[in-house]
């Protein structure tokens, strides 16, 4: 089912939880809203399942504006984050719960559950009660709960926050699996750029109510449209330094360098302040712009190792490469940064 946001707005007292925004999910997909804490990820969630009214704007579902429908006269699943089971039911009863209050019939209630309970791999776990479940278990049954009544749409608000790592890999790929299998549309908010990355169809990145960009993982990636999505993306993260353009150069204490030409026809201005921007693994050994600097951090993660080099100015890029450290602390070392590759931003933040 499509969603439609459409500049929606909504505010708690004096915040603007959602600012004007408006937003196009697609049949069939996973969106991921991803942002930091507090940047109105939730707000939006349970703005399309009805938990909140929205102050301004419209909500779409189809053709069909649903912005004055309460929850219930919404087709959506919901997950909350605490997963929030009924701890006094067993997991069929839990699972069973929302087709109950719409009183179908015992055998019709008996087979829906069965259904899920296989889609989501939990039919042993049905008699059990949610104390009797893991972390990983009790996600199952709720995400059971939430697709049992066949909802147009399942929203999961930070579903995989409460699970350990291990755990939260394996849901990752089970969630996606789940998904795709019933062809749901998804949305689902996470404050980890990996899950997101990992996961979804499109990510739309949101920062204090505002939506900064629309993309593929891919196109967030490798073309983000401002400085705080290059920093929000990529793990580890991007290396950021101030400079000028001066002569065609980017030119910064301690770096100094021909601009690529693209960014030259940009039109960037003598005297500019540009800030230049590059992914550690621009930043190896044998690249073609030249930099100088002393390694002042490796961190051997076995099958890579991470470089912190400190130039003479201060400024510090990371740079990962596969393989042992090939250097040691306090090393000086002249390497290369991918220039093409590498983003220039401008003083707004915007990237050129
Ligand atoms: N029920 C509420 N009452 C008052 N303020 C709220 C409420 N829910 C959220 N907020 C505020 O709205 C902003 C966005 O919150 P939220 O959507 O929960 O962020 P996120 O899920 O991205 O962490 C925050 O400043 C938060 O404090
Ligand atoms: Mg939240």
Redesign the pocket.
């Known amino acids: 089912m499509r969603i439609v946001l459409d500049a929606v707005t ?1 505010q ?2 004096a ?4 600012d004007d925004v408006t937003l196009e999910i697609v049949d069939g997909e996973l969106l991921a ?1 991803l ?12 703005a399309i399942c009805g938990i ?1 009214r929205i102050d301004s704007g419209r909500i779409l579902f189809g053709d069909l504006e649903v912005s004055g429908l309460p929850p219930q006269r919404r087709s959506v699943g919901v997950v909350f984050q605490s997963f929030a089971l009924y701890p006094h039911m067993s997991v069929s009863e839990n699972i069973g719960f929302p087709l109950q209050v719409r009183k179908e019939s015992k055998a019709e209630i008996e087979r829906k559950v069965d259904e899920v309970a296989d889609l989501v791999h939990i039919r042993e776990l049905l008699e059990r009660r949610p104390a009797q479940l893991s972390g990983g278990q009790q996600q199952r049954v709720a995400i059971a709960r939430a697709i049992v009544r066949r909802p147009d749409i399942l929203l999961l ?2 579903p995989l926050a409460n699970l350990d790592a291990k755990l939260r890999l394996e849901m990752r790929s089970e969630l996606r699996r789940l998904q795709k299998e019933t062809g749901i549309t998804a949305v689902i ?1 996470t ?1 980890d750029q990996v899950e997101a990355m990992s996961m979804s169809d499109r990510i739309v990145i ?1 920062d204090d ?1 505002r939506i900064l960009q629309i993309g593929t993982p891919d196109e967030m990636y490798h073309r983000p449209s401002n400085k705080f999505v290059a920093g929000f993306i990529g793990n580890p993260p991007i290396s950021f330094a101030d400079g000028k353009v001066e002569d065609g150069r980017f030119v910064t204490e301690g770096l100094d360098f021909d601009l690529p030409d693209r960014i030259k026809k940009a039109s960037v201005t003598a005297g500019q302040n540009i800030t230049l921007g590059v992914r550690p693994e621009y930043l190896q050994p044998d690249f073609a712009t030249p930099i100088e600097a002393e390694i002042t951090f490796i961190e051997n993660q076995g099958r890579e190792a991470l470089y912190d080099l400190t130039l003479a100015g201060g400024h510090v890029f990371r740079s990962i490469q596969s393989g042992e450290p090939i250097c040691k602390l306090g090393d000086k070392i002249r390497w290369g940064i991918d220039a093409d590759a590498s983003f220039f931003f401008d003083d707004q933040g915007k990237r050129i």
């Open positions: 909504k708690f007292g915040v603007k939880a959602i809203l942002g930091p804490s507090g940047c109105g990820k939730t707000t939006t969630l349970f909140h608000d930070e908010v404050h949101m109510g």
